[in-house]
């Protein structure tokens, strides 16, 4: 179930002044060459640095009278470079300073922040840092409740008071989306199976604007999501592991000022052995964390929640599955017609991802011709390829429509200002091409015949091309008389590398791309 009361990893207090009491230490979270606007504070620094210089890149405690409790934790960014360097470093330096003054027992720590020069949200990202560093696994608070929280609370400092509440305030609706999204996408494939992750939903949005529609009707799924259900097949006779299509929406309180409408599809695989072409060499492990798509989505409708955005209308799909191998499995060769009614042959059961959102996709597009400003989205842990070619970053792709609006760079740029970064990608004629059908009895094959797409030219652009046909959007281009704009978004670098806790991604860009700015 989700704790609604408990949706942080700590609390946090903001504090007019360094000199308070109740704290176990003071964490400075230090850049080169900053000038501390405490006299005593810059005197005990510069004394520091001159005895054990090491101490620029390296975290350290040091006894310090005039700081809470005489112990103070200097936590150094290093050498910034602007034009290579982001926000990020201020997080990781924050989020190393609480695990130092973890590792020392401290419970009630103070976060020293000051406002950089160039890195204009260091502070905020400083703060969603110290609390990512003490979030606990949902299973782990759930075996061991006497070792959760980490803090009894964690008390922030800057030079303007009022700014500072507003920051804590800012930084807990976001770090809460991204808490939630941590829950669903690094529990394990047990914990949150299928219908374990619509009762996790269910409570979390009870009694909230949030409106909640599952389905669950093998017999629905055949008629009206046929991909999804070729997935879902050998799950199916296992109550626990049976499939979900989950659907979310917000709607303002004033329907009337509406100005856009996001339409989000996340992949929700809870455990993908590949199928019938089942994962070998050890490549199954982690496959739990292919779930973050669709725990990304929930994660972003809590920050919709808390935030209440008047003019925006959010519809969600969580496209929830258990890729399982089995007399019933879905298999190679098969032919399948769509919900958008193209004929798709599969050749690989191990790109079962295009297969779940593809039909739920075709219905929010359905939905979206008729919508304010409509904006289609799918977010997947979907390729190998996204990791190989972009590293542990988000790739993200518009069609031409998104493309003409900006999209793509408009979330690149909110990410970077956040620390969610992305790297841009583009779709190009080989994507229309990549699924075409080999032969007459095909419309659109589901992928290349080999082992995986990081061994495939074009590896994570063609996977979007496949659900742009099979859903139908490519119809909707910037020449039809209703175009639509559809983002395509793929963590399967970012979301996180399993045993290490799964990141949330991308729920801080998505805010401030649509939410804050």
């Known amino acids: 179930m989700a704790d609604k009361n408990r949706l942080l990893s700590t609390h946090l207090k903001a504090e007019k002044s360094l000199l308070v009491d109740g704290y176990d230490c003071l964490i400075l979270v230090y850049w080169s060459n900053q000038t501390l606007k405490e006299d005593f504070l810059r005197e005990a620094v510069d004394t520091l640095l001159q005895i054990d210089p090491s101490l620029k890149t390296e975290i350290a405690i040091h006894v310090l009278p005039s700081v809470p409790a005489g112990r103070l934790v200097f936590a150094p960014t290093g050498p910034l470079d602007e034009d290579y360097d982001d926000v990020r ?71 303007d008071f009022e700014k500072t509440e507003k920051l804590i305030n800012l930084a807990s609706v976001l770090e809460s989306g991204r808490y939630v999204a941590r829950d ?93 072409n089942i994962k070998t060499g050890g490549a199954m492990a982690g496959m739990s964390y292919d779930k973050c798509g669709a725990a990304a989505v929930v994660g972003f409708f809590q920050v919709v ?84 070619s972009a590293g542990e970053y988000t790739i993200v792709i518009d069609n031409g429509p998104a493309r003409k609006a900006g999209t793509a760079y408009k979330l690149q740029n909110a990410g970077e200002e956040i620390g969610d970064p992305f790297e841009v990608s583009i779709f190009r004629r080989d994507e229309l091409l990549f699924p075409k059908g080999r032969s007459d009895e095909e419309d659109i094959v589901q992928s290349r015949q080999l082992a995986s797409s990081a061994r495939t030219s074009r590896g994570h652009q063609g996977p979007a091309g496949f659900l742009l046909l099979a859903s139908g959007l490519e119809k909707h281009g910037s020449a039809d008389s209703k175009p639509l704009k559809f983002t395509h978004i793929d963590i399967a670098g970012s979301a996180g590398n399993f045993p290490h806790p799964s990141t949330g991604t991308p729920v801080l860009a998505l805010a401030n791309a649509f939410l804050l700015n």
């Open 89 to 159: 470093s201020f997080g990781e330096t924050a989020a190393k300073g609480i695990r130092r003054a973890i590792k020392a027992r401290f419970r009630r720590p103070l976060l020293y922040l000051q406002k950089h020069p160039t890195f204009k949200n260091a502070e905020l990202v400083s703060i969603l840092g110290a609390l990512e560093s003490t979030y606990v696994n949902i299973q782990v608070r759930e075996y061991r409740p006497d070792g959760y929280p980490k803090l009894d609370f964690l008390g922030v400092y800057t030079e």
């Open 184 to 276: 669903i996408g690094g529990a394990d494939p047990e914990r949150m199976t299928p219908p374990r992750i619509q009762e996790y939903v269910e409570d979390l949005f009870k009694n909230t604007d949030i409106k909640i529609n599952v389905i669950s009707d093998v017999d629905v799924f055949s008629k009206d999501y046929p991909l999804f259900e070729a997935v879902n097949r050998a799950a199916s006779n296992i109550d626990r592991h049976k499939g979900r299509i989950i659907y979310l929406e917000y709607v303002p309180q004033d329907p009337s000022k509406i100005t856009e409408t996001l339409f989000l599809v996340g992949k929700g695989v809870t455990y993908d052995t590949g199928g019938a």
């Open 305 to 388: 929640q808390s935030l209440k955005p008047e003019n925006i209308r959010v519809v969600g799909a969580l496209a929830v599955v258990r890729n399982s191998v089995g007399s019933d499995a879905y298999v190679s060769d098969e032919l399948i017609q769509s919900r958008s009614g193209a004929l798709v042959r599969v050749t690989n059961t191990d790109a079962e991802g295009r297969m779940i959102m593809a039909d739920v996709l075709c219905k929010l597009k359905e939905e979206a011709v008729h919508a304010v400003n409509p904006h289609l989205f799918t977010i997947a842990t979907l390729t190998g390829h996204a990791a190989l």
